[in-house]
């Protein structure tokens, strides 16, 4: 089993739909690379599609000069709006590289796959025996699998059906996957089917149901949680890392069944002064510093009762800023849960297809 011990971070920007510089958008992008190089550090940025609208050279160039002042690692991923007039992904491959790949860290393998090889959503069947030679081998290894692909499964108004889908749903039903992040949509949702945790991005070019701005990951071990950050939020960033949000639930190993830990991570470190947490909006309990700008304290599964309770999570800076975070975890103690298919926000009409 490959050590999980190691935190994971990666920051996804919604689709960009970049066109032409000085736009929202393109400001909108520079921050999220300020935000990548001087507050979060994560351990890679992951573009999620539709980086450009045209897939003109212009505007690879333009993603090309946005992309190049990170500086940590990143990847992309095409969309559809990446490959307009170019189903080869020519404009992609010779701008950014592989269409599809995958990296190992942490204890995690991270796929990377290219839905865009069929219009409107498909993979071919080199790229299928590839995912699933992936999936195995990191199950093999002990690793846990993440998938990154432009193509939301749960798209409202849209089919998620074309070649090499019916295997991808195969590969993804009968094989452990700790979660699916996408972009495409243009509105932000967290979609549990009970076995897996699929993500929408919000859109940073067409934003729908909120700010644009980037969705913050956290991965370690069992724990997996996530945020969106808004544009232009200053001060600190907090994330509850632990317990899961039962949203993000998908065995008994991520309920609370005994005593246990509250487990926050918090941005800039150095920066944070103080965090504090409370349950059932109850008394407020300082955290503890755990180095690498985590904080924790105690929690007391074992006098919680059965059922859903809400964790609240606040950060403070040295200048009296603060950020909050909040979850809802579940309790149960003969360690017994099973995940109700379930999404968050409800979402019933989109102007996006």
């Avoid at 606040?314 to 360690?335: C, I, L, S, Y």
Wanted: with cysteine; aromatic share 8%.
């Amino acid at each position: 089993m490959i050590g999980t011990d190691r935190p994971v971070v990666v920051m996804v920007p919604g689709d960009l739909h970049l066109t032409e510089p000085g736009l929202e958008n393109v400001r909108v992008a520079s921050w999220v690379v300020e935000q990548a190089n001087r507050l979060i550090r994560p351990d890679f940025v992951q573009f999620i599609g539709d980086n450009v609208q045209d897939a003109t050279e212009a505007q690879f160039r333009l993603f090309d000069e946005i992309r190049g002042r990170l500086e940590v690692p990143h990847f992309a991923l095409v969309g559809d709006h990446d490959v307009k007039d170019d189903p080869l992904a020519s404009g992609f491959r010779r701008h950014v590289g592989a269409a599809h790949g995958s990296s190992s860290l942490g204890g995690f393998r991270f796929l990377r796959l290219n839905t865009q090889e069929s219009k409107p959503v498909g993979l071919s069947a080199g790229q299928v025996e590839w995912f699933g030679r992936e999936v195995d081998a990191a199950l093999a290894s002990g690793e846990r699998v993440v998938i990154f692909q432009h193509n939301y499964p749960y798209q409202i108004w849209e089919s998620f059906e074309g070649p090499g889908i019916e295997e991808w749903r195969r590969i993804t039903q009968t094989r452990r996957v700790e979660a699916i992040l996408c972009g495409h949509t243009h509105y932000a949702q967290v979609a549990n089917d009970g076995r897996n945790v699929a993500v929408a991005t919000r859109s940073i070019g067409d934003p729908e149901g909120g700010e644009p701005g980037y969705l913050l990951l956290y991965f370690r071990g069992d724990d997996f949680a996530l945020a969106h950050v808004p544009v232009d939020r200053r001060g600190p960033v907090v994330l509850a890392t632990h317990p899961r949000d039962r949203l993000l639930a998908t065995t008994a190993r991520h309920v609370v069944a005994a005593l246990d830990r509250v487990v926050a991570r918090a941005w800039p470190d150095p920066g944070v002064v103080a965090v504090r947490a409370r349950v059932d909006e109850g008394p407020w309990v300082d955290l503890n510093p755990q180095g690498d700008g985590h904080w924790s304290a105690p929690l007391p599964g074992h006098d919680l009762a059965k059922g859903e309770h809400p964790l609240e999570v606040v950060a403070r800076d040295a200048d009296g800023a603060e950020a909050t975070d909040r979850v809802r975890f579940f309790v149960d103690p003969t360690g017994r849960y099973t995940a109700v298919p379930e999404s968050r926000p409800v979402v019933t009409s989109t102007a996006f297809c």
